[in-house]
């Protein structure tokens, strides 16, 4: 047991020191970095670039580990050949054209349908590459990389979530976008056939939990490998805990259903091409009915028409102490209607004894605020939705970009 797992840690250090994980830590650098360019209307709980970069190759390297000794322990071997090692490059090439094609699920599809119409035929007297893999393999890996990003996602919360300001029906709106990726090192377990060179490790008979219908002789070995998984979505409609549940859900969904695909195709070629069409219709299907319902439905913050509507509470701020939430209109300060920010400031620094703030709800709800005019009001700790803010985003826009327009900030 000590020898499997001095195994899985070298195989796990072998994808640490690589340049493909060295080259994938430079990737997810420069978008958080445009990220960060972006997340202007945020001056509270936002991280540094180099702290940012920490959490994240510290979330990498720790669920990249645990991924890790799972597959090997319980046993999910993926059969090895030489087109799993273009998932980064097809995936970064596509990407080009979206970003979310960033994600391994249509770099694999794409690798996938290739094997199946790709068999070295010739035609007019031109021959085609034959592009032999194993699309089991590939399924059940884009699975457990969209279970994990799914746990992800909802574990990981406020990071890489960023508030940006919209045009949408000619008023100023308020959204999110959820923009995380990871980049894991991982021991993949390799399933090869032939004989073993050496004395192997004796497993027990129950292992590996998915075994491949092979009348050779095969065993199993360590492979380094490194794993790039990204979620990027943007959203004016959804709360952001609503946002971020869907999000996490959908990955979760997703990486289930092929997982399940993988393990019944090992033996059905119909089962297999069902699987290659999942891994595309899936993400991309939830992603074109989300831009419809964002196009479909009305924005929940938007600049109201009287008032100032709430863009960010203050953790520690009298807002925050008193229970002002996100989303909520301030329309009266002591029975006097606010008129702009510059008039709200005003009535609460000249204010006499208490001061009593009226606000509504995003669900319409009234709520009546009490403060004493001994607290320090200059810690009122709230920012509003401006009426002519400095930068606006498109989401249309965000939507439609490759990754060297989104580093190049072109939306």
Same mark, same amino acid.
């Given at each position: 047991?000590?020898?499997?797992?001095?195994?899985?840690?070298?195989?796990?250090?072998?994808?640490?020191?690589? @340049? *493909?994980?060295?080259?994938?830590?430079? /990737?997810?650098?420069?978008?958080?970095?445009?990220?960060?360019?972006?997340?202007?209307?945020?001056?509270?709980?936002?991280?540094?670039?180099?702290?940012?970069?920490?959490? @994240?190759?510290?979330?990498?390297?720790?669920?990249?580990?645990?991924?890790?000794?799972?597959?090997?322990? %319980?046993?999910?071997?993926?059969?090895?050949?030489?087109?799993?090692?273009?998932?980064? !490059?097809?995936?970064?090439?596509?990407?080009?054209?979206?970003?979310?094609?960033?994600?391994?699920?249509?770099?694999?599809?794409?690798?996938?349908? +290739?094997? +199946?119409?790709?068999?070295?035929?010739?035609?007019?007297? %031109?021959?085609?590459?034959?592009?032999?893999?194993? @699309?089991?393999?590939? /399924?059940?890996?884009?699975? =457990?990389?969209?279970?994990?990003?799914?746990?992800?996602?909802?574990?990981?919360?406020?990071?890489?979530?960023? !508030?940006?300001?919209?045009?949408?029906?000619?008023?100023?709106?308020?959204?999110?976008?959820?923009?995380?990726?990871?980049?894991?090192?991982?021991?993949?377990?390799?399933?090869?056939?032939?004989?073993?060179?050496?004395?192997?490790?004796?497993?027990?008979?129950?292992?590996?939990?998915?075994?491949?219908?092979?009348?050779?002789?095969?065993?199993?070995?360590?492979? !380094?490998?490194?794993?790039?998984?990204?979620?990027?979505?943007?959203?004016? #409609?959804? #709360?952001?805990?609503?946002?971020?549940?869907?999000?996490?859900?959908?990955?979760?969904?997703?990486?289930?259903?092929?997982?399940?695909?993988?393990?019944?195709?090992?033996?059905?070629?119909?089962?297999?091409? %069902?699987?290659?069409?999942? =891994? /595309?219709?899936?993400?991309?299907? =939830?992603?074109?009915?989300?831009?419809?319902?964002?196009?479909?439905?009305? !924005?929940?913050?938007?600049?109201?028409?009287?008032?100032?509507?709430?863009?960010?509470?203050?953790?520690?701020?009298?807002?925050? $102490?008193?229970?002002?939430?996100?989303?909520? *209109?301030?329309?009266?300060?002591?029975?006097?209607?606010?008129?702009?920010?510059?008039?709200?400031?005003?009535?609460?620094?000249?204010?006499?004894?208490?001061?009593?703030? $009226?606000?509504? #709800?995003?669900?319409?709800?009234?709520?009546?605020?009490?403060?004493?005019?001994?607290?320090?009001? #200059?810690?009122?700790?709230?920012?509003?939705?401006?009426?002519?803010? +400095?930068?606006?985003?498109? =989401?249309?826009?965000?939507?439609?970009?490759?990754?060297?327009?989104?580093?190049?900030?072109?939306?």
């Amino acid at each position: 047991m000590l020898d499997l797992v001095r195994i899985t840690l070298e195989s796990i250090g072998y994808s640490i020191f690589n @340049i *493909v994980f060295l080259f994938g830590v430079w /990737v997810l650098f420069l978008i958080n970095r445009r990220l960060n360019r972006i997340d202007i209307y945020r001056i509270i709980k936002k991280k540094s670039i180099i702290n940012l970069m920490a959490d @994240i190759l510290v979330q990498s390297i720790l669920v990249g580990s645990i991924v890790s000794f799972i597959v090997v322990f %319980i046993g999910i071997p993926l059969y090895f050949n030489e087109f799993l090692l273009f998932l980064i !490059p097809i995936s970064l090439l596509l990407s080009m054209m979206r970003m979310r094609f960033l994600d391994f699920c249509y770099g694999a599809a794409l690798i996938c349908f +290739l094997s +199946l119409i790709m068999n070295g035929q010739a035609f007019m007297g %031109i021959t085609f590459l034959n592009v032999e893999t194993h @699309i089991p393999s590939f /399924v059940l890996l884009v699975g =457990m990389l969209s279970l994990i990003k799914g746990l992800l996602i909802f574990l990981t919360k406020e990071q890489s979530v960023i !508030p940006v300001l919209s045009r949408k029906d000619n008023q100023i709106v308020l959204g999110h976008i959820i923009h995380k990726s990871w980049i894991l090192p991982i021991g993949l377990l390799i399933l090869q056939i032939g004989e073993l060179a050496t004395q192997g490790i004796q497993m027990p008979s129950w292992w590996p939990m998915i075994q491949y219908p092979y009348n050779q002789n095969v065993f199993y070995t360590m492979f !380094p490998f490194v794993a790039f998984m990204n979620h990027n979505s943007i959203s004016y #409609t959804e #709360t952001l805990q609503n946002h971020q549940k869907k999000s996490g859900q959908i990955n979760i969904i997703f990486g289930v259903l092929l997982l399940l695909i993988g393990v019944l195709s090992v033996e059905n070629l119909y089962v297999q091409i %069902i699987g290659c069409l999942i =891994m /595309v219709i899936f993400p991309e299907g =939830m992603h074109q009915a989300k831009v419809r319902k964002e196009k479909r439905q009305s !924005p929940i913050y938007t600049h109201p028409e009287s008032g100032l509507r709430i863009m960010e509470v203050i953790h520690g701020g009298i807002a925050d $102490e008193i229970g002002m939430e996100l989303g909520e *209109v301030i329309e009266k300060v002591n029975d006097t209607f606010v008129q702009d920010i510059k008039h709200f400031l005003r009535m609460v620094k000249e204010a006499e004894g208490e001061i009593i703030i $009226e606000s509504r #709800t995003i669900a319409g709800r009234l709520m009546r605020y009490e403060i004493h005019k001994s607290k320090d009001l #200059t810690r009122m700790g709230v920012r509003f939705i401006p009426e002519k803010p +400095l930068i606006v985003y498109s =989401m249309e826009r965000y939507n439609q970009i490759g990754i060297f327009d989104f580093l190049k900030g072109k939306y």
